[in-house]
């Protein structure tokens, strides 16, 4: 189905006249902006007879198909989106390797955008090709039939979107798979590399312990250093969200309590003990309960403190105001009971949907299946990753990264399964009690029970 060596051509071929053609850095690649005409084909009014020069001749006519199709595409790279370039490249390569057109109808992403979406749908309107969020945002066009599942479309391309972990695909409302994920976003610990060498502690990997980060944490406190930068005062949902799943499972991270003693509020006040634990074992900053979220990020940014869990935002942070970069590392936040220490918080909320529309237009079912997979595929989505999460079974492999955006390239691709943030789910009045009531419950002035039963009343 992929015309691999086709693709891998065609990208060679629009990245090198983008590079002619504009400048720019690694971490953001040239626009990539390219004439349109191509080399003319020369005089061929004394064109020799002989078949061989015939099919030299026929080569130019091979990229550019007598029935070659348009396809509509809409998606969110819109002129102001950092991967504008990068679609706007991939989109040239398969138009190059296929000699099939692409009418793009991107738009930036907001309310106005996705409202105008849904419209389009409800009028016939649709594109072939959608690329859109893949949450309860997508649930109207998909219970009305307007794209194709992913079985359904495997029935015929077998090979479709299988460089994907199936486990990171979303699933819709009906049980049933439809879109094939893009990038997204993760959270995960980062850790002091210099402070761990200094304490003769490893870098975390993918199968840490819960009881190996405790012995570290002890032996990185005696060594006179903070074991972990976290103030409890203003972002404990990090450490909240690691310990509710250590004390389930990256499938069931996502539920909610329905009442104070049932077996998801107790999992709940598990997780909330287990930071108690660490604070009382002193390895929270002495002033976590006063200090600022960029107070204990900052002593960690100093040396003076050795984990830190935060998200692929951070890395931004880190790079512009580390002293050495490579002093810095994302690794793994240790897993207890069920979960792997590679099970981690994340996110892939946009992907590409096959509509209904274009499956059953013989002339561009295989198109927009084409599209969808160069789109997808390895060598395609590491041009749009950082440090980005993606189901890509064999990680992406972007280029030009600095160490820490690398160190985290490396990570992700270790990463096993993803839950979102069960956080996300609750009131902002719910959210808000429940974290204010962390301080009470690591100090003893509330039972992790009590904080727990008056979040959920809230919510």
Known sequence: MKKVLALILALATVFALAACGSSGTASNPPAGSTPAASAPAGDTS???????????????????????????????????????????????????S???????????????????????????????????????????????????????????????????????????????????????????????????LDCGVEVPG??????QFLTDCETIKEAGYTPIACSLVEVPHYWFEFMVMNNGTVENHLELPQSADDAVA?????GLNDIKALYEAGYFPANTLTASDAETVELFNAGEAAFLIDGSWKVGYFTANAADLDDFAIAFVPGKGERSASEAIGGISMGYFITRKAWDDPAKREAAVEFVSQLTSDEILSTFVTTEVTALVNGASPAGLNALQQSAADANASITAIAGAVQDSLTAEARGDLFANVQNVVTGKMSAEDAIASAIALN
Do not use: C, H
């Open 46 to 96: 004394n064109a020799p007879a002989p078949a061989e020069s015939a099919t030299a001749e026929a080569a130019p006519a091979e990229a550019e198909p007598a029935q070659s199709v348009t396809l509509n595409v809409v998606t969110s790279y819109g002129g102001d989106d950092g991967n504008r370039a990068n679609f706007e490249n991939a989109v040239k390569a398969f138009e190059a």
């Open 206 to 211: 993918p199968d840490y312990t819960w009881e």
């Open 266 to 270: 107790a999992k709940w006040a598990a």
């Open 98 to 196: 296929t000699g099939n057109k692409v009418n793009d109808g991107s738009g930036t992403s907001n309310e106005e955008w996705k409202a105008k979406i849904l419209t389009d749908f409800e009028t016939g309107s649709e594109p072939d090709v959608l690329f859109y969020f893949t949450n309860a945002d997508a649930e109207p066009f998909i219970s009305a039939g307007k794209v194709v599942s992913i079985d359904e479309i495997r029935a015929e391309y077998p090979d479709f979107a299988t460089n994907m972990k199936s486990s990171m695909m979303a699933v819709a409302a009906d049980g049933k798979q439809y879109s094939v994920p893009s990038s997204g976003y993760w959270e995960n610990m980062f850790v002091n590399k210099a402070v761990l």
